[in-house]
């Protein structure tokens, strides 16, 4: 390891991959997200490699999780978002597409390792036109390693309880979302 970032390739890339996409199907069964939604995540890579939070940069988990993430998220035409960490405020990297469709307003920066996360840097790279924004307010969320993805979800978060609840060793929320219940004694819902 060197500066907090990890040389070290000993780790079960194919399992990490298996159990991210066990958990995102899980989720996307639960929320039942619609064409063009968005699907949050925040990861820590040193978390599931068992480290402290922000001291084990891993390029190749984070690589691993974001090729899993993307060809899911294609597959079910929803939009996602990765959050950087909090060396660049917890911005997101979206696809261009996702920032015009939203009207996200668009700001200058390009995660590294160590300042925004390797996922949010292998997000940056694998995206087709990637860019970065400061908030989102999305459908439903992954959060990996503790990351605190709450404030992109929309206002009514649920927790979805999934039964693969680890990456590698990190802890796995996530969430869906719901449209706020207003009115009285006499509002009737779906």
Same mark, same amino acid.
């Given at each position: 390891?060197?500066?907090?970032?990890?040389?070290?390739?000993?780790?079960?890339?194919?399992?990490?991959?298996?159990?991210?996409?066990?958990?995102?199907?899980?989720?996307?069964?639960?929320?039942?997200?619609?064409?063009?939604?968005?699907?949050?995540?925040?990861?820590?890579?040193?978390? =599931?490699?068992?480290?402290?939070?922000?001291?084990?940069?891993?390029?190749?988990?984070?690589?691993?999780?974001?090729?899993?993430?993307?060809?899911?998220?294609?597959? #079910?035409?929803?939009?996602?978002?990765?959050?950087?960490?909090? #060396?660049?405020?917890?911005?997101?990297?979206?696809?261009?597409?996702?920032?015009?469709?939203?009207?996200?307003?668009?700001?200058?920066?390009?995660?590294?390792?160590?300042?925004?996360?390797?996922?949010?840097?292998?997000?940056?790279?694998?995206?087709? #036109?990637?860019?970065?924004?400061?908030?989102?307010?999305? *459908?439903?969320?992954?959060?990996?390693?503790?990351?605190?993805?709450?404030?992109?979800?929309?206002?009514?978060?649920?927790? =979805?309880?999934?039964?693969?609840? %680890?990456?590698?060793?990190? *802890?796995?929320?996530?969430?869906?979302?719901?449209?706020?219940?207003?009115?009285?004694? %006499?509002?009737?819902? *779906?």
């Amino acid at each position: 390891m060197e500066n907090g970032i990890s040389t070290d390739n000993n780790f079960d890339i194919i399992k990490i991959k298996e159990e991210i996409k066990k958990i995102t199907e899980e989720l996307l069964q639960a929320a039942l997200l619609e064409e063009g939604d968005i699907l949050a995540v925040g990861c820590s890579t040193s978390e =599931v490699a068992n480290h402290q939070i922000g001291s084990f940069s891993s390029e190749d988990i984070g690589t691993a999780i974001f090729d899993e993430l993307y060809h899911i998220t294609k597959e #079910h035409h929803i939009f996602l978002a990765v959050q950087c960490c909090e #060396h660049l405020n917890r911005a997101l990297i979206v696809e261009k597409a996702c920032a015009k469709a939203y009207g996200l307003e668009i700001v200058n920066v390009m995660p590294q390792l160590k300042a925004g996360g390797s996922l949010a840097t292998a997000a940056y790279a694998g995206l087709e #036109h990637a860019v970065a924004v400061e908030t989102v307010q999305a *459908h439903a969320g992954i959060d990996i390693g503790d990351t605190l993805i709450g404030m992109h979800l929309k206002a009514v978060a649920v927790p =979805v309880r999934t039964k693969q609840n %680890r990456i590698g060793n990190a *802890h796995v929320v996530c969430a869906r979302t719901r449209a706020k219940y207003i009115g009285g004694e %006499r509002a009737v819902y *779906h």
